[in-house]
């Protein structure tokens, strides 16, 4: 028979019998009837939906911080340059750069935080590389996934197609 395993919840899947290990748990697909693969077929596509999401959000979150990196290298060393300052996304007010050396960081939740502008460009880029590592983590997961609901949606096939003979063949025995 055929023995195809999907690992739920991990990063592992097994195919033909080969060896699993890695995160979550295995589901033998053989032993699942068509309901239940269904089931897993829906919640792996809700599952990568939400990953996709997440995924994107991150990624806006990088390109944010890499206008950051670009704004923070602009500004040093500007000082008494004229700017427009942003009141609101539409309206703004002319301004004067007074001392490069220091920025206010958002440091999320309505917190800002002076710092120096070395200091601002060293936090800025560990951020920048931890949502780029967290972004890489969650394309991996997705990628695994689709390939497990690829396998999932090929097993439903060929239950599928089993079903149909069989039906065709009593058909014919009749």
């Known amino acids: ?10 990063r592992k899947m097994a195919d033909g019998g080969g060896g699993g290990g890695g995160g979550g748990r295995e589901i033998d697909l ?20 939400q990953l996709t999401s997440n995924w994107r959000t991150l990624k806006d979150a990088q390109a ?5 990196t670009a704004c923070l290298n602009e500004v040093g060393g500007k000082d008494g340059r004229e700017i427009m300052v942003p009141l609101t996304p539409s309206l703004y007010v002319p301004g004067t ?3 490069t050396n220091k920025v206010l960081l958002d440091v999320g939740t309505g917190y800002f935080v002076e710092k120096t502008l ?17 972004a890489d983590q969650i394309q991996g997961v997705a990628q695994q996934k689709q390939k497990n609901l690829e396998t999932i949606v090929m097993i ?19």
Do not use: P, W, Y
């Open 1 to 10: 028979g055929l023995d195809v395993r999907v690992s739920v919840g991990g």
């Open 30 to 49: 053989s032993q699942m009837d068509i309901n239940q693969l269904n089931e897993l077929k829906q919640s792996h596509e809700q599952e990568i939906e």
């Open 64 to 68: 944010k911080l890499n206008t950051s």
């Open 97 to 99: 750069i007074c001392d």
């Open 118 to 134: 070395a200091k601002a460009k060293d936090f800025v880029d560990r951020k920048n590389k931890m949502v780029t590592a967290n």
């Open 156 to 174: 439903m096939r060929q239950r599928m197609a089993m079903m149909q003979q069989a039906q065709e063949d009593a058909k014919a025995g009749t």
